[in-house]
């Protein structure tokens, strides 16, 4: 019977696995790439999901006000440090935020080298008003006026 549920529901089983898998051993070197993303606006949202497709899921992708998201970024960025100005590509030496981290997101994209698969879970809520034409010329204005690359330790 065990046996069974779990082969109906292979995905969800696998996904909760990973979810558990990532917060219990957490080093930022052992994790696959990561972008972490603002969940509470819905054209990031729609941005983290087009990445996901894009890398055909090989990326982990996060909110900035996740549980998860909470703790990565407790681990790379300083405690007074506001990292939710933009979007962030953590590879496991370097972390590119805004407008450094299109390029070295579009090579991983383009080269694939993980081969793990990542579920996604990218909800799409939106507590602004950002489905209008102004929101998305501020949001990609933003993304490229703001850039900065941390290297981890």
């Known amino acids: ?38 969940d509470r606006c819905y054209l990031c949202s729609r941005f983290a999901r087009g990445v996901s497709v894009l890398a055909r899921r090989k990326i982990l992708i996060v909110g900035h006000y996740s549980e998860l998201g909470m703790k990565i970024k407790s681990k790379i960025f300083p405690n ?15 972390a590119y935020g805004g407008r450094a981290a299109i390029l070295p997101l579009l090579c991983f994209i383009l080269s694939n080298k993980s081969t793990k698969f990542i579920p996604p879970e990218i909800p799409a809520e939106c507590d602004q008003n950002c489905k209008t ?20 330790k």
Do not use: Q
């Open 1 to 38: 019977m065990i046996l069974s549920v779990f082969g109906a529901n292979k995905k969800l089983f696998h996904k909760i696995l990973m979810r558990n898998k990532l917060t219990k051993n957490m080093s930022i070197e052992d994790l696959p790439p990561i972008v972490i993303y603002d």
């Open 80 to 94: 007074d440090y506001n990292s939710t100005r933009m979007f962030w590509f953590v590879t496991g030496k370097v």
């Open 133 to 152: 034409p102004k929101a998305f010329f501020r949001r990609t204005g933003s993304i490229l006026s703001n850039s900065e690359k941390i290297i981890l």
